[in-house]
T-cell receptor, first 111, second 114 residues
Framework: KNEVEQSPQNLTAQEGEFITINCSYS?????LHWLQQHPGGGIVSLFM???GKKKHGRLIATINIQEKHSSLHITASHPRDSAVYIC?????????????FGKGTHLIIQP | GAGVSQTPSNKVTEKGKYVELRCDPI?????LYWYRQSLGQGPEFLIY????????DSGLPNDRFFAVRPEGSVSTLKIQRTERGDSAVYLC????????????FGEGSRLTVL
């Protein structure tokens, strides 16, 4: 079973700061997801990665398959970025494997 | 539909009662996942369907939990003899079923067992 660790668990930062959230996992995967969950809200998929780097607006996600590590970066952070960010990995069987989730990183961006 | 729809959004029940939670995935998505999220925790995998069949039900905590997807679209998660520890948000997600299929989540069904 894959062990997914996220750090930090909690992060409070000022508006405009560059944010990095880390995710490491123990077993080889077919894909890694970064998800965003607002308080009381549903989950939105931000990125799905199997290699390299993806960028969407102010969000950047990278993955290093050899090191079993991924990072989510937020540039020019804004209070509306405040949410729980969850890393989830899919096993090497691809769609046949359920996801394993990290516990999430609770991000607060203060104005 | 336009997105993954889950009903009910909130369910309050008494210990020992039977509960059904419904998930209507995005049209055409063959893969459907059920997850459970307790307060302050990340989601926990319960069961995965590919089409009508449960490809992986290893996450179901015990035999009180059962899920079906008889026609390969809508799925129902069934919980018998509910216990207070079953209280959680039950999340459903669907994808196109390939290893590159992006996941789309429903808003969840919040279950409270009194």
């Amino acid at each position: 079973k894959n062990e997914v660790e996220q750090s930090p668990q909690n992060l409070t930062a000022q508006e405009g700061e560059f944010i990095t959230i880390n995710c490491s996992y123990s077993v080889g995967i077919s894909a890694l997801h970064w998800l965003q969950q607002h308080p009381g809200g549903g989950i939105v998929s931000l990125f799905m990665l199997s290699s390299g780097k993806k960028k969407h607006g102010r969000l950047i996600a990278t993955i290093n398959i050899q090191e079993k590590h991924s990072s989510l970066h937020i540039t020019a952070s804004h209070p509306r970025d405040s949410a729980v960010y969850i890393c989830a990995v899919r096993g090497p069987g691809g769609g046949a494997d359920g996801l394993t989730f990290g516990k999430g990183t609770h991000l607060i961006i203060q104005p | 539909g336009a997105g993954v729809s889950q009903t009910p959004s909130n369910k309050v029940t008494e210990k020992g009662k039977y509960v059904e939670l419904r998930c209507d995935p995005i049209s055409g998505h063959t893969a459907l996942y059920w997850y459970r999220q307790s307060l302050g925790q990340g989601p926990e995998f319960l069961i995965y369907f590919q089409g009508t069949g449960a490809a992986d039900d290893s996450g179901l905590p015990n035999d009180r939990f059962f899920a079906v997807r008889p026609e390969g679209s809508v799925s129902t998660l069934k919980i018998q003899r509910t216990e207070r520890g079953d209280s959680a948000v039950y999340l459903c997600a669907s994808s196109s079923g390939t290893s590159r299929g992006e996941l789309f989540f429903g808003e969840g069904s919040r279950l409270t067992v009194l």
